[in-house]
């Protein structure tokens, strides 16, 4: 138990980002949804569409909302130019504000709806204006019904800020992607009673608000609006207080071998003097482009990545063109600096039981094909999307019986429990070695590579104390100390390890310290 | 026939900056429409309404008379024709301007309830920056029987007749002439009902007010009023004292509106008989 409470209480930041973004989400969700529910209640036309576009948005799931404003705001980025974020604290706002509309303008509207009418008949009756019949009659009567609708639209909106982590946002999100991806279940537990106190308080304080108005005593009112006030303040503070703008972020994508190379460089980094905070949990796309904006200073990526995804290349040249190629055009494009190859290689390979393989006689993709009809094959969420599964499936007349999608570490479990078969694993996976796992060789060679590079944002490759520091890495790591390290954060029972834990024996094997 | 302009009596003390006002037609429609759709709920109304007079419309639901009355603080706008008060065109006004001039009381009464009785009554002057006083807030008050200590209640602590009493207190708290009621009494038990219709009547003749009363009840019109206007189809089909109706003037529609309280009348006299 004492691990959960140091858990949560290492939380402090990522507390005070998600108590930022949720207030300020909810701020922006009143400013737009108030004003909009005044015109809806002068006209049903208005009143129709926003209502409908309000609940349109509530369809999207809000993971996918806020993935959908990184190509939304680059986009933008034409009109307000390259200076606008476009991942990180403003679009995690944006889909937020837009999420926390619905309730807050359907129980606006809903309000002003069923006023009785013959006080708004009084109202004009006496001679009131639009505005003051909005001021002294519309007003005061549908706030507590209006402050119904903002708890509403707060809980929701905390609930899902976690999900901003995904899109590079600080958030209690961290440390549950965090322990999902490397089965700490410590850290999800310690994300999410931090997420639902947030949620509790944060309701019970606007159910103070929302009960003043109601009774009419305004110092109920005050008394939840001043804590609320007093809450953000003292967030502010400590999120800015301090000097942040000297710290140098360390980004990783949503698995282990991320989250423990992250705090090994970030050692490197602490070794030599420089503050470092993490940003984990990004998503791969998210990841790249975070680091060439500047949003984050360093992450480890792949070459096969890189050059699928943001080249939007699908040939593959070869292990040692590939690299060199994407290092050009680093350069050319986005002026990031790629440091140099880690020295192993994190690709995607076809892996089942040896059991299972012995079984079917498969030795190579070749005989996969074969087989393949009865078989079931998993993947990570990207992976059938992917131009190489593409590729090796056309190589090799790859046709499965079923495909699935598991989450990296899942895939594992699904091959033991027989959900799958065959599923993509990747080369420097400890589960590899643990599990006992036969990996398919690939005599067409149509899996491309997947070297890992250390990647440095175009303003911090300006920085040679920094580049100095991470030199020692370039080509300091081979796949099976990798794997070892994996494992270790991977594995269950005895001997399971944290990523920072794994990062500092990773270390000291290969004499970095 | 033309009624008499008020038969207020003795009871009758007209402030002086009012008398003026006195020979002005407070009221005017001309040929006053109002469509919803095909439908005409007001078809033309051509009638002058003299200062100082009591007036009653009377007719059956639907007949137009509540729409007539809301034409003239423009809560209804005319589709054709036009409606005059004190000579002027109500849509030359912007509505707030005009409804400040004109006492409203309708059967919702339409109390706000997040405001004390006082902040109730002084609303209308508040809406131009005038703030009552205590005292006027009493007096308004005393105006419509209630106690002064009442008024930091709120709307939700009163019965039915204190609720309109205090709509009757609002309507009057601008000191306008002109007092529009729209079934002022509708939802009231007989007693409140024949105690405020008394009331309401002493206020017409001691402020010298013109009082325009919208009700479906042909007896209360014939007590409280000095002309009745009856209504149907949109078209006012009758226009007398209460003593002709009672004559027998007025025509079908008129007489079968004058004949229920008083077949009821007979029948309650032939029980006590």
Redesign the interface.
Known sequence: MSDFWIALFGLSDQLTAHILLSASAIGLGIAVALPLAVWASRSATVSKFALGFASLVQTIPALALLALFFPILLSLRAVFGEGLPTLGFLPALLALALYALLPILRNAITAQANLDPGVLEAADGVGMTRSQKLRLVEAPLAAPFIMAGIRTAAVWTIGAATLATTIGQTSLGDPIFAGLQTQNWTLVLAGCVASAALALTADALLGLIERGLLMRKPAFSFAGLATVALGIIAALFVQFGGNKEDRIVVGAKQFSEQYILARLIGGQLEDAGFAVEYRDGLGSAVAHNAMTSNDIDIYVDYTGTIWANQMKRSDNPGRGAMYEEIVRWETETSGAMVLGRLGFENAYAFALREDRAKQLELETLDDLARAAPQLTVGGDPEFFERPEWIAVRDAYSLRFDRERNFAPTFMYNALKSGEADVISAYTSDGRIAADKLTVLRDPKEALPSYDALVMISPESSQNAALVEALKPLVGAIDVEAMREANFAVDREGDGKLSPTDAAKELAEKLGLN | MQAKASNCGKLRILPPRKRASLITNAVTFDAATRHYGDVAAVAGVDCVIEAGSFVALVGASGSGKSTLLKMI?A?VEPSAGRVLVAGQDVTSL???????RIG?V?Q???????MNLAENIA??PR?HGERLSGARIAELLQLVELDADMASRMPDELSGGQRQRI?VA??LA?DPQLLLMDEPFGALDPITRDALGERVRALHCNLGLTTIMVTHDMAEALLLADRVLVMDAGKIVADEIPAALLSGKGGDIAQSLVAVPRDQAARLASMEA
Do not use: E
């Not at chain 2, 912007?94 to 400040?100: E, H």
């Not at chain 2, 919702?108 to 997040?114: D, K, M, N, W």
């Open positions: 603080n809560l912007a509505p707030p301007q005009l409804r400040r409203y309708f919702g009464v339409g109390l706000f309830p997040h609303i209308g809406l709509g609002r309507a601008n």
